[in-house]
């Protein structure tokens, strides 16, 4: 009895020892799988380039949804600084976390960026408050890394996941990392895994992610019971016996058969791995390629197919066509994003209609659409298939209780292979389709040599712009505006100017006050226009001329800025003048444009004693309707209504039932672009307040204006 005993025990240790080297060899299986799917991300991004950002994101959650101990996917940028997460809710406090501040993971993603292979940090306490894996994987390496995908899995679910065999095979075990318990199987809680129960317990020591990892392992007492039970070894023994016959005849007359049964067992666990593997490659694939609300190609997909047809070597001239709807930003806000993603689909579908199939038909994202054409026998053929597409999208559409009337900007290039590239083609269509954009709606232009070149020019110029602001290369110059009662100068409008060093000539400002507003820098020039106007003001005001005001003009762009009033008040308190003495020019565009969403903003002005102007006047369109109900002071009579007068009858007209509108309404009148002697005349005969011009006075800079002021210069 005792040497069946005795038997019962060795089998325990034998099979604890072969459970902890089948655990070893899971965890490692797992963390295959997992390093499988981020190095996919990886490597679609560091081949194809950098996904759209929704693109991307549907990839990481379909990652997320499919495996129950990914925490979070993350992107960290080239400096190590987490820019997207799938899931954000919930993982908030990780965005924008520059992992260079960590030392330990610092350490180990500078190990990634050198080698370019992943790495990872185990038994890390995450956001949520339990532990995790961090696995790096890196995009490229070196000075061609692009950023890191970072897989967040849960810790004790990636284990239990990795054990769950073991366990269920009636085995407790307890993991440890750096002589840290991490983990153990519910029985084992309280456990001390350095002194296991004895004497059926293995332990097994070995390197995983650059740390020492200990397993221990011993067999529940259930299979203990199950081991020693009388019947149990007898059977065992039989067992044994019966075993030793079957496999000695196995071995003598069978040995071939089971030897092609193993390699048929293995081929076919090899051919199930391998088909799971390539279904979730073809699922991401298919991800990657195609755009999940309209079944179009996306980005990724006409770039590819691009590159793939220039590198044919047959001599050609191909096209890219790029189609843009029309205020589409208009229906997600009148009706959601909803109805708007419904339009998008119904474009797609008009779209597929009139397009051959032999053509590449793509979504690029929002509201805009791509046609690759290969094989372009002459110009003609795109300038009837863009007039063909502009045709079917210039109509109605009825979605649920609502009608939409659509229509598009195209822009197009045509070019030779041997020359084109993929950048180069949708760079130039873009540049095509901007253009046609800023003709108005339902256009179509071609790309030409001159729009690159006033490409060019604008990007130069938007360098000089930024290099101007650093080195407050900006001046103010004052045009004087003269009361037609008095013909006194009652107050001067601020306007910007900018004189280029490198050319020696004055930038008008029609050519950078465009590009400032494009390009953002409208807001800090126009703040330091603001607090320049308002300390001019101040010292003509201690030169004892206290009845001058400030004209300041205001663009759209800043009126989104919701510190504006405060900086308008902070300016002219900061240099001791009252609001009376400042005026904020807006143009009637930008008033008509902006009026509702900022009707609080121009009320706050008035009510802290500002005057509001409105620029241009005459020019826009459905004014009169809002001067009624808004609280704007001075209306300023565009030019081109005063160049003519009193010789062009029409412009005399109008201008007469402007100042009659303004005479009814209350409103100061200020007319700009005076140049002679009988334009004043008019103005005056007709009680017009207030003129502008170069009969009075051109431009000044400060000095020039100043020295005027004290000579008591007239103005007439």
């Given at each position: ?588 565009e930008v008033f008509i444009e902006n009026i509702e969403q900022n009707e609080t903003f121009m009320r706050s002005l008035v009510e802290q004693g500002i005057s509001l102007s409105i620029d241009d006047f005459g020019i826009g369109y459905s004014s009169l309707a809002y001067l009624r109900n808004f609280p704007v002071d001075t209306l300023k009579i565009d030019r081109s209504f005063i160049k003519d007068i009193p010789i062009n009858d029409n412009d005399v007209s109008i201008v007469r039932a402007m100042l009659d509108l303004a005479e009814n309404m209350n409103l100061k009148v200020v007319a700009e672009g005076v140049e002679n002697k009988m334009q004043i005349g008019f103005l005056k005969e007709h009680y017009c307040h207030y003129a502008q011009g170069f009969w009075y006075s051109k431009p000044l800079s400060a000095s020039e204006l100043t020295d005027k002021l004290i000579r008591n210069h007239s103005w007439m």
């Open positions: 009895m005792w040497l069946l005993l005795n038997k019962s025990e060795n089998a325990l240790i034998e099979q604890s020892q072969q459970e902890i080297s089948k655990t070893v060899q899971q965890i490692n299986k797992e963390i295959d799988k997992q390093i499988f799917l981020f190095n996919w991300l990886a490597k679609q991004w560091d081949s194809y380039g950098k996904p759209e950002p929704y693109l991307w994101h549907q990839q990481a959650k379909y990652i997320v949804d499919n495996l129950d101990y990914v925490q979070a996917i993350e992107w960290a940028d080239q400096n190590a600084v987490i820019r997207w997460i799938e899931p954000l809710i919930g993982n908030q406090s990780a965005y924008n976390l520059d992992l260079t501040t960590i030392p330990h993971i610092s350490q180990r993603i500078e190990q990634a960026k050198r080698s370019g292979e992943w790495v990872a940090v185990a038994n890390w306490k995450l956001v949520q408050g339990i532990r995790g894996i961090l696995f790096y994987v890196p995009i490229g390496k070196n000075e061609q890394l692009q950023g890191f995908i970072i897989g967040v899995v849960k810790q004790h679910s990636f284990l239990s996941s990795a054990t769950a065999s073991v366990q269920q095979n009636g085995f407790k075990l307890a993991i440890s990392l750096n002589d840290e318990l991490i983990y153990t199987s519910d029985e084992a809680r309280g456990i001390d895994s350095n002194n296991p129960p004895r004497p059926y317990a293995s332990t097994v020591q070995f390197q995983l992610m650059q740390e020492n990892w200990k397993i221990t392992l011993w067999p529940s007492q259930q299979r203990i019971a199950k081991q020693h039970d009388p019947i149990s070894t007898y059977v065992l023994i039989v067992g044994f016996i019966i075993s030793c016959l079957l496999s000695i005849l196995v071995q003598l007359f069978y040995s071939t058969k089971v030897l092609n049964t193993n390699l048929v067992a293995s081929n076919r666990k090899l051919n199930v791995e391998i088909n799971e593997r390539q279904r979730v490659e073809e699922e991401m694939v298919a991800m990657a390629c195609y755009d999940t609300l309209t079944g179009l190609s996306n980005r990724n997909a006409i770039y590819r197919h691009i590159n793939e047809r220039l590198t044919s070597y047959h001599n050609r001239d191909v096209a890219l066509i790029l189609i843009d709807l029309d205020s589409f930003q208009q229906v997600n806000d009148a009706v959601g994003h909803n109805i708007g993603d419904q339009l998008l689909v119904k474009v797609a579908a008009r779209l597929k209609k009139v397009i051959d199939k032999q053509h590449f038909l793509a979504r690029l994202g929002g509201d805009e659409y791509a046609v690759f054409v290969d094989d372009v026998a002459a110009v003609s053929v795109i300038n009837r298939l863009t007039q063909k597409i502009l045709k079917s999208v210039d109509t109605k559409f009825v979605l649920e209780q609502y009608e939409f009337y659509t229509s598009a900007s195209i822009g197009y290039v045509i070019a030779n292979v041997n020359t084109a590239t993929a950048d180069d083609l949708i760079r130039k269509a873009d540049s095509a389709l901007n253009k046609a954009k800023s003709h108005g709606k339902n256009s179509i232009q071609i790309f030409d040599d001159s729009l690159e070149t006033a490409i060019i020019k604008k990007v130069n110029l938007l360098k000089k712009l930024n290099a101007a602001y650093e080195a407050q290369a900006f001046e103010l110059h004052y045009q004087p505006k003269i009361d037609l009662t008095t013909d006194r100068i009652t107050g001067v409008e601020a306007l910007i100017r900018w004189y280029d060093e490198e050319t020696e000539r004055w930038i008008p400002p029609q050519e950078f006050i465009p590009l400032a507003e494009e390009s953002g820098l409208i807001i800090p020039i126009g703040e330091w226009v603001i607090e320049e106007a308002c300390r001019q003001l101040g010292i003509w005001h201690q030169l004892g001329f206290i009845q001058l005001h400030v004209a300041i003009n205001v663009s759209g762009k800043q009126l989104k800025q919701k510190r504006l009033f405060q900086t308008i008040v902070n300016s002219y308190k900061a240099h001791k003048l009252r609001p009376q003495h400042i005026e904020i020019e807006l143009t009637e």
